[in-house]
């Protein structure tokens, strides 16, 4: 009886490391992309949301949205995303040396770094690269996913809603603003000047007895009976001026009913 032919050698993967690819190794390279991608992808995504629904107010509209785009990914977000990036290298290394309480440290002085770079419109968008690259090098990386689809089906709501629904509501705005910051100004001065009274109260009747040096310590500390002596000085003048600061609220009332808040303003 012939003998049954010889079994052929087992197949080895390449190594790593001199030790053959194990199954879950296989698995992690022949299975999906990982989750992290599509992080990036979803939060890209919603800038293309803008552009688009820009894109049908118009020509003019879209070209301006798309330069300003392209002017703040230069001058801001890429300056940004520079300086986030080194989280990478930082917390990797501390996750990797399994320093665990060193991921928060370097993630809190990104935060205190970003101001230097932010402005208003970036700000929230440097916290945001910050938690990605402290989740990131933790290998947690569902939960961003899961954040980032929630983000770009609630902008594309947003969008429709700002672009569709409420436009008429930001047109003309310039208008709107000759308007508003001469009306603000003039409101904010008004209050200013009664603020300015109560802190120069204390300095000047300090400089009024030759005190320069306890002129600065006025405004910031005094006793109670001090407080009643200068309230008690000051009160005829207050009066005064609470009086004259009605006919400036009848003025202020109707240089806005009439349109002329510069006027008031100045």
């Known amino acids: 009886?012939?003998?049954?032919?010889?079994?052929?050698?087992?197949?080895?993967?390449?190594?790593?490391?001199?030790?053959?690819?194990?199954?879950?190794?296989?698995?992690?390279?022949?299975?999906?992309?990982?989750?992290?991608?599509?992080?990036?992808?979803?939060?890209?995504?919603?800038q293309v949301i803008s552009l688009m629904f820009v894109g049908h107010l118009g020509e003019l509209q879209l070209s301006s949205a798309s330069m300003a785009t392209s002017f703040a990914a230069v001058t801001g977000f890429s300056v940004l995303l520079g300086m986030v990036s080194a989280l990478e290298t930082l917390c990797?290394?501390?996750?990797?040396?399994?320093?665990?309480?060193?991921?928060g440290v370097y993630t809190t002085k990104c935060w205190r770094v970003q101001p230097l770079d932010d402005?208003?419109?970036l700000f929230a968008?440097?916290?945001?690269?910050?938690?990605?690259?402290?989740?990131?090098?933790?290998?947690?990386?569902?939960p961003m996913m899961v954040t980032s689809a929630v983000t770009g089906a609630f902008h594309v709501f947003l969008c429709w809603l700002l672009v569709f629904k409420?436009?008429?509501?930001?047109?003309?705005?310039?208008?709107?603003?000759?308007?508003?910051?001469?009306?603000?100004l003039m409101i904010c001065l008004e209050y200013w000047s009664f603020e300015l009274v109560v802190l120069l109260s204390g300095a000047v009747n300090?400089?009024?007895?030759?005190?320069?040096?306890?002129a600065r310590l006025a405004?910031?500390?005094?006793?109670?009976?001090?407080?009643?002596?200068?309230?008690?000085?000051i009160l005829p003048l207050l009066a005064v001026s609470n009086f004259l600061d009605g006919f400036q609220c009848v003025?202020?009332?109707?240089?806005?009913?009439c349109g002329v808040v510069n006027l008031g303003a100045y």
């Open 92 to 103: 990797g290394q501390a996750y990797g040396a399994k320093h665990y309480q060193m991921l």
């Open 119 to 121: 402005t208003p419109g």
């Open 125 to 142: 968008y440097g916290i945001l690269q910050c938690l990605i690259r402290f989740l990131q090098t933790q290998n947690i990386v569902y």
């Open 1 to 46: 009886m012939n003998s049954p032919p010889p079994r052929p050698p087992p197949s080895i993967s390449p190594a790593i490391g001199g030790s053959p690819l194990d199954n879950s190794h296989r698995e992690a390279m022949d299975g999906p992309p990982p989750p992290a991608s599509v992080v990036n992808m979803l939060l890209h995504f919603v």
């Open 219 to 233: 405004v910031i500390a005094a006793s109670e009976k001090e407080v009643i002596v200068y309230v008690a000085r």
């Open 206 to 214: 300090e400089l009024g007895a030759g005190n320069a040096a306890y």
């Open 251 to 257: 003025l202020a009332g109707a240089a806005r009913g």
């Open 166 to 184: 409420l436009k008429e509501a930001f047109r003309d705005m310039v208008a709107f603003l000759k308007l508003a910051v001469p009306s603000a």
